[in-house]
């Protein structure tokens, strides 16, 4: 190790200092924390399986509309044990393929689970034993394949420029410490020799009051305080890293990340038009009329979606609004949010938030708005997500991660720009066939980008 | 040769008086000279300087520490189906109103109506807007509607307004009077009937403001049908109007040019002889112009009957011999030369006018050919001698309630309803938006605006037409249909309504579609469906009346007084019912290029000899009193090349009252002082002195004819005559070199070649992409233009469709006579010939685009420059205000934003402090009013109209025509996310989508098959001033008249 660094730094390899910094980091925080060795590989196509087949009703760590999953293999192990001839795990496959298999053959833990509330469980009739064990798997290890993936962003994510900024920083600061110690003891030697050999000591102006510092000083100052001035300016209205409390607390890393909803499920616009519109409530509710709890806030933040739309989720019909005073709006949806009283997973309801919940009955959903251009600036989500076939994530960042969403990028000119001047155009799209020079160039160079045909011109966005 | 000619925009530059284009920007920028007296005057201070300074730093480090608002995102909660969010929806709808027509494309945003375009699905309107439609969109969002229902000038609830009316209505004995503009919606007609048969007592009369009752009674007279017929512009190979507006205000003017723009392309070009007093759009656009006294237009009609019966055969009637015009012999002959294929058409409404028109007709046999008597044309069908009637019986007390319905009879009638309603008992007004009616109305039940409602009509015979909302009611109104039919006692829903009108008097009529419902979707969605109208008996003429018609005519034309006063109407304002919104005042009249104001028009000579020449430097006009039996008529007088010496003009429309803002209500109503069937009144004037600063925009923004060669020595209007056309497609087609005029294709050849000469093929290998220099310039877009000058006739429609499309402010009257008006595109009226009967050339002008642009050079901060698809780009976030571009711009098409005409700065429009501020300059003197800024689109209902694609404008900017690039973009990606190459029209401009007329095309001039391209290669194409090698992409076709020798000549 030592070695390494000392190579690296003798040849100023970047590579090098880079990889020492990481390996700092990594020693100082353990990647695992399970024990024995773990087949990523079967983890992640049990993962794959478990969010198609799964991942609707079950999580591995909590209880859903399923109970959590975690262990499920070493409780029907403790609990079914070896039953007519058949292994605890031979029952348990038969269980997930379908449920009722077991109960009917009275296996006795089976006949207790079908009970369990809210809802019947699926049959999972196509899953063959290689995929059961897969996302058995998954299951018990879901965690150690988090923890690994985290190393894995975080080692995307290092920005290589902080870490040799940092050394850099840490060196010019030594070596001026060491200059001016090394100047303190010149002056002091020289002064001590002079005085030695006897010849008057003439006080020289100390350095500090030379005209040359000064002026040193001056435009030091100057230059900082101009930099930081343009700087600030600049970025005066931009608002990366925004990311403001929305009316309900809507997670985008269980539904995009989780359940892998498609975002264009919901944000329909974003291919049609300009807008990638925020859904309207009733696209909530095509998947909320079922799911009517959610794994982290229950019932009270559900409840605000059916007091917007004006639902009565206790008798599954919607209000007469014009026949139902507020009294019994209020009722109906503190008995809702109450059924949560008994779950020990879900933080009590308190005051405020049955408040909020019916402050909110009959009215759109009033979302705090992240991402805002200026009225300066044209900016068209179907010309990027379908014509340009960007993805979402490449603006939006790892939004399926996201449990509150927050401003990724900086929605400055000069991001949008250099996106513009590297990301290439498909000249595939029958629009194109006519553009000889730019088929020509394409043969040329095998590339076009969004530059080549206009896109860092004024008016492409400024009209 | 057209090298002869000298064109002049108005008097001022006739004469010279008008110094060149150098000191465009005479005012200074009133903040810069605020700050610079701050700064430089002898007695500033160090404590002047360190206000300034102080002021400078805590403004700007106020408005670097405001938190970034937050901003909501608020979704529909039950999304309609058909609304994606920034993406705009098109429904065909109508505009149909006071006997006017017009089919419509609306174009909405997220619910909001926001622009109107053409339907060229449309049968009689084609895809042509009005002007006047056009400003109807900002009636929408008018701040002085009424939002609630009224009792006595107070707010009250439907049911107690209905309840009451009807419980009166039930009291009465006497008769009730439904008083309406003419009604062409069967549906409210049919609740009409149904509204008289449960009071049988009821009458309803129809009147129009101005009357078109002498032709219906003509009619009544020659064929025994009280109808107008429906005329056939497209038809005629000669038209002959007399003292009739049709491409302005006459009849249908939409509708007529749409038909007449088909005859103006050079291929079928027809012939037009206008004979008028006032020149109109029609006469500016007419081959050849016969001026006439106002007097004299009747005279003439009854010249021309006796000139065509004498070859006709037929006896000819007395006739007033000291009458003379040499010209109408030679329009005679040609009538008769084009006999069966001609159009006579006379504005006047004296019904013995009109029975020589059709006497006319009939001997040409235009009857069956051009004018189709058995088609009834509805838009017109007030009837004067009953609204008399009715109003007697108001005087006598007779009359128990009046139910005013699409009409404003106090400004229209003024006292004469004044004094007979304070007769009735019961008053019920159904207007939409206050006016001078609402106010003595007992109840006010709110109608819909047209574009919240739904309604139909049937225009002419054989056409049914639909209106559907666009926009859900903004206030608490109802269709005027509900409201009659719940006076009626009955409840009835708009749509079903009109829905089951559809299919009782439509379905039965035609065999297109084979059910009610796929008849009534099919006709909501095209906008119109034809029907064939119950047979009936083909009508026949008779000659009657004659003699008695001569003798009245005769007696009509002696005017005595010092001078003839003519009332007419002008393309812009019509008969005043939408005068008071501000898109219509700001466009500037077609004829005077004047915005905002009512004036006389005046011969020039006469002006000059009374001494009332108006000081051109400050457009101080000299301000007259015109007394008319008695009344008095005060306003400034305009010389007007082409009106007859001794004869004063003014319009209708002005003077409105109960307005939401003083500017709306500008001007003098002539509606007191007319008379329904005269339209020349004897006068006397006399002039005070004073003066009024006119809105006048004609010598604002103009070319420099001056080239290299001295005087006049640029062509930038250029014509040619029909017979040399034939003889050379480029005939007029020069330009100047070397002092000498030659054709511009040989021009272009000489100076136009490339700078690599022939293709070189060892060049061709070194390239890169394998193209030549000019290779550049023909792959990918290159967006161009071509006018037309032949078709365009200067409407203006296509001036206020770019001010709505592209959020162009409105500036107001003090500012437009500052030259400060903001319109992107302009139509320019340039003059050749006689000043008394002047050659007329409309011609549009907008950004060039030029491909080698004057403006992008001098910019310092590069905020214009060039796209690589040969737009000129105006970037107005970049833009710092030193209006260098504008200087250099030589099409003078650049405007700059002297004030926040729009609100788009920071401030909130409310903000009482902090405006006046903002538009104040130090000096004081040259400020934007404080209540001024109320006309522009700072009301936040107003707003609503404009367009979220485009940037509202801040202070301190340039802007000008951008080619409509959010329209080319938006074409663009439909084809880039359809997969499929951009065809010709699918990108269209604001402009060219409302023209009636098809006189602009726009397009991909790199695309060989587009129409633009073809366009440019017509020989007739030229660039304006492209001597100077601008390379402009907008380039012109050479206008053709279909002239005849002799027809100027003295």
Redesign the interface.
Known sequence: MTLNWIKASKQLNIKGLILLALAVFSFTQPVFSQEGIIDTALVIQGKELFKGNCAACHNAKKDMTGPKLEGVSAKWATEVGDFEGKSSEEWLYDWIRNWKTPVDAGVPYAVEMQNYDPSVMQTNLGLADEEIKAILYYVDNSEALNKQTVVVDNLDAEDPTSNINWLLGFLIVALLIAALALAKITKTLNRAAVSKSGVAETEGKPFFKSGFFKTLVTVIIAALVIYLLASQAISLGRQQGYQPMQPIKYSHALHAGEYAIDCKYCHTAAVEGKHSNIPSTNVCMNCHKMIQSGPKHGRKEIAKIYAAIGYNPLQGTYFDKENTSAKEVEEVFTKFIDQDKDNKEIKAATAQDYKNVIEMYDKPIEWVRIHNLPDHVYFNHAQHVNVGKVECQTCHGNIQDMEVVEQHSPLSMGWCINCHRNTEVDLGNEYYKDFDKLQKMKELHNSVTVEDIGGTECQKCHY | MATDKKYWLGLEDKEGLVEDTSKEFELEHPVMSGLDNALTKKNSSRRDFLKVLGFSVSAAAIA?SCE?P??????????PEEI????PNYYASAYIKGGDYNSVLVKTREGRPILLEGNRQSSISGGGVNPKVMGSLLSLYDANRIKEPRIAGKNADWNTVYSEVKSKLEATSNKIAVLTSTIISPSAKRAIKMFSEKYPTTEHVQFDAISYAGILDANQESFGKRTIPTYNFEAADLIVGLSADFLGSWLNPTAFSVAYGKRRKVDKLNRHIQIESIPTLSGSNADLRIPVKPSEEDLAVLRLHNLIAKKAGQATISDDSTFKNEKLETVANELWAAKGKSLVISGSNNKATQVIVNTINAMLANYGATIDMNTACYTKQGDDTKLNALLADMNAGNVGAVIVMDTNPVYFLADKFVNAAKKVALKVDLSERNNETTPMADYCCPNHHYLEAWNDAIPQDGIYATAQPTIAPLYNTRNALQSLMAFAGTEVDEYDFVKETCSQEIFANQNEYGSKDLLWTNTVHNGEVSFTKPEEEAVSFAMTGLSAASAEVMKASKVGGDVQVKFYENSKIGDGSLSDNPWVLELADPITRIAWDQYFVANPTWVKENGLIHNHKNKDYEVITVTIDGKEITLPVVALPGVPNGVLGVCYGFGRKNVSHNDLGRGTSIYPIAKTNVSVYPASWSHEGSKYKVAVMQQEHRLEHKGLGGEKTRLIVKETTLDEYKVNAAAGNLMNEGLGWTPRQKWVDKHMTSLYGEENPEREKSQ????AHL?QLT??HHWGMAIDLNSCIGCGACVVACNVENNVPIVGQNEVRRAHDMNWLRIDKYHTGEEDNPKVVFQPLMCQHCDNAPCENVCPVAAT?H???G?N??????CIGTRYCANNCPYKVRRFNWFDYQGADSWSADDEFILPILNNDFDGDQSFASDEHKLGLHDSMARMVLNP????RGRGVIEKC?FC??RI?LG??E???G????ADGDISTACQSVCPTNAISFGDTN?DETAVRKAWEDPRAYGVIEEIHTLPSVRYLVKVRNEKNGDYNA
């Open positions: 670097a970034m937050v901003r909501k995102s608020i979704p529909y909660t039950i999304k994606i969010p920034g993406v890169e992409y394998g193209g290779e792959r990918g420059n796209s690589s698809e737009l780009q105006m970037t107005y976030n970049r694609d485009v940037t509202v951008s690039v959010q973009q663009k990606l084809a880039k996310k997969n499929k190459a951009l695309n």
